[in-house]
């Protein structure tokens, strides 16, 4: 059984300790008192885990103009500058997340813009502000990318995404390489060769590179370098075919995001510097078999840098016995968040990691269900584990690896309000995002007379 009292540094951000008195700190601030100062719900954000991880990716990969930071994980203008400080560049999948880059001062040139269905307005951003790349989707997308640049007088850098035909061992909605999926041109089929011709022959368009992404929350490596063998197939065709002035622009391949985290504590994160010695060793040999040149690896971390970095607070409300059957009962606590901060247990079936943060536990194990407040019976955050039976009203309690897909998934449902982002670093904390307000809500309404 484990240790509820204890702390698992592979799954908590790296600067949480409990306390001689039982009371968890993360970067020497207290979480008892981050609560008392900005109320629960609340994201808690290690702001050393953040940047250290960011480092570790560069590091691995041959520095930050390899590493695009997959910014749909967690953006907030904050965020943005982080990244920007510590030397990564950023991708963006909307023109929301472009214009939130922008405004925090992010370097346009420094940005991949992704996604499936592309706006014009989103387009014709990526060309005003002079994005650096743009991976491209679909053939429709190409064209109007082509037309909307020779308007502008503007070349413009881009990548094919291709399907590679790997199957990630991930959930169905996050594995994004096979066939079957709305993502990228189909490498089997052709399409993704006919995209790169169709690329290298546009007049605004300079084909740069070849992207894949296998999938998310990935824990068998091997994928990431098969996927990277069958797309350098695709590169050495087009060395067949291109001629040398574009051949010379041909450089990247951009095998995307994925890497797995720990989320409970028997779980262990896929460990990035072997992943990364591993994918561009192979990448060099299998480009040297091929007899073409060995292009930039490039990579798209995401949650493997936010995830770890942060807990979400919660206060602990009703607890109470459901006999299930004849021989079961499990304890229902209720805490005063839920799916509206985190959707992702209720969406994937995603597991967590969630202790007691305000005081040591000292009672029997018993089976517990950690629930939220909505007004839903699938707003279960953590559906099964054994915890103490003290656990009670008014304990603060945590979930950890929130830092991913929790603050940029929320939402109003039951009408409760996203909570702050709070970030700590050498005992300081510091509010990042103030909590929404029932006055935020009404100042979108029409309330004048038809």
């Not at 009962?329 to 995603?350: E, F, H, K, Q, W």
């Not at 007691?356 to 089976?367: C, I, K, N, P, Q």
Request: glycine share 10%; net charge negative.
């Amino acid at each position: 059984m484990n240790d509820f009292n204890s702390i698992p540094s592979h799954v908590w951000p790296r600067n949480a300790v409990r306390q001689d008195d039982g009371v968890v700190t993360i970067a020497g601030v207290p979480l008892p008192e981050i609560a008392d100062t900005y109320g629960t719900p609340c994201y808690v954000i290690d702001e050393d885990d953040f940047r250290s991880r960011c480092r570790d990716m560069a590091e691995a990969f041959g520095g930050g103009e390899n590493v695009h930071y997959a910014s749909k994980a967690l953006l907030t203008a904050t965020v943005a500058r982080w990244v920007d400080e510590e030397g990564l560049c950023m991708d963006v999948a909307s023109l929301g997340e472009l214009q939130i880059a922008l405004a925090a001062g992010f370097p346009a040139e420094r940005i991949t813009a992704h996604g499936n269905n592309k706006s014009v307005a989103f387009l014709r951003a990526i060309i005003s502000e002079k994005v650096g790349s743009v991976v491209l989707d679909n053939a429709g997308e190409l064209e109007l990318l082509d037309e909307l640049s020779a308007a502008s007088e503007h070349i413009q850098d881009v990548l094919i995404r291709v399907k590679p035909g790997i199957e990630a061992h991930t959930h169905e909605f996050i594995a994004t390489a096979h066939e079957d999926q709305k993502f990228g041109f189909s490498l089997a089929s052709g399409s993704a060769m006919e995209a790169a011709r169709a690329a290298a022959r546009a007049e605004n368009l300079r084909l740069v590179g070849l992207h894949c992404h296998v999938g998310s929350q990935v824990f068998d490596a091997e994928g990431f370098s098969v996927a990277a063998e069958r797309v350098l197939g695709l590169f050495r065709q087009l060395h067949d075919e291109l001629p040398a002035d574009e051949l010379a622009q041909l450089s990247v391949l951009d095998l995307g995001g994925g890497y797995g985290i720990a989320y409970t504590e028997d779980e262990e994160p896929l460990n990035v510097r072997a992943v990364a010695a591993d994918v561009i060793g192979r990448v060099a040999e299998v480009a040297d078999q091929l007899g073409i040149p060995a292009p930039s690896v490039k990579v798209e971390p995401g949650r493997a840098i936010a995830g770890p970095a942060a807990v979400t607070l919660y206060e602990v409300g009703s607890v109470k016995d459901v006999h299930v059957d004849e021989d079961t009962t499990r304890r229902y606590v209720a805490v005063d968040g839920g799916m509206s901060d985190n959707i992702r247990p209720a969406l994937y079936g995603a597991a967590y990691d969630g202790r007691l943060v305000s005081r040591f536990a000292e009672g029997e194990y018993t089976t517990t269900r950690i629930v939220g407040a909505h007004c839903e019976s699938g707003d279960i955050l953590i559906p099964e584990a054994s915890y103490p039976n003290d656990l009670g009203r008014g304990d603060l309690f945590a979930i950890a690896a929130t830092g991913a897909y929790c603050y940029v998934m929320s939402s109003r449902y039951n009408a409760f309000l996203r909570p702050p982002i709070v970030s700590v670093r050498g005992g300081q904390a510091k509010l990042m995002v103030r909590r929404e307000t029932v006055e935020d809500i009404l100042a979108l309404e029409n309330t004048g007379e038809h």
